[in-house]
């Protein structure tokens, strides 16, 4: 792990280590597997990836999973800079073809939850079959809606990070580990 890293103006140091993020995401992959141990391909759920932030965390899981599943990714975010504009942007048509299917969401992370919310309601009014939400990081200080979260790989504190597919203004997601600003 790098001592530190600057990404446009700012610094950033070493938070999570890319180990401590495997052993968590062996932990998420063993209770999926778990749970959807009866999966057929004919059910097979879909693994939903929310792009861009959550495709490492995914390629991880997708790594780990034993059953059978399908996997789909679209674009959504709610963030610019270092802060949630509280609004979600991104591919919510995209979440059409989930009619009558089971779906893991995976996200790369959870804090104020707006994406979540949005796209769970998304996939409900569509008539998605089941909907689980899947995430590798959740900042429990910050959360505060009623959509469950089924997986959390782990917990942090309300620190902006960046690495293993996190970004600060496009930079910083090629980094295996996690780093935090450094204030």
Known sequence: MEN??????????PFISYGELQKAIDAVAQQLN???ADSTE???PILFCTLNGA????AELLKRIHFPCVFKAAKMSSYVGTRS????QGDLAALAQFKDKRVIVVEDIVDTGNTIVAISDQ??????REVR???MLLKPDVYDKSVKLDYVAMEIPNRFIVGFGLDYDDLGRNY????VLDN
């Open 123 to 128: 996939l409900k009014s569509l008539g998605a």
């Open 34 to 36: 778990a749970d959807f």
């Open 176 to 179: 295996e580990d996690i780093y």
């Open 55 to 58: 495709v490492m965390f995914a």
């Open 133 to 135: 939400i899947c995430t």
């Open 85 to 88: 504009t509280g609004v979600v």
């Open 42 to 44: 004919e059910d097979a």
């Open 4 to 13: 530190k890293i600057t990404l446009h103006d700012k610094k950033f140091r």
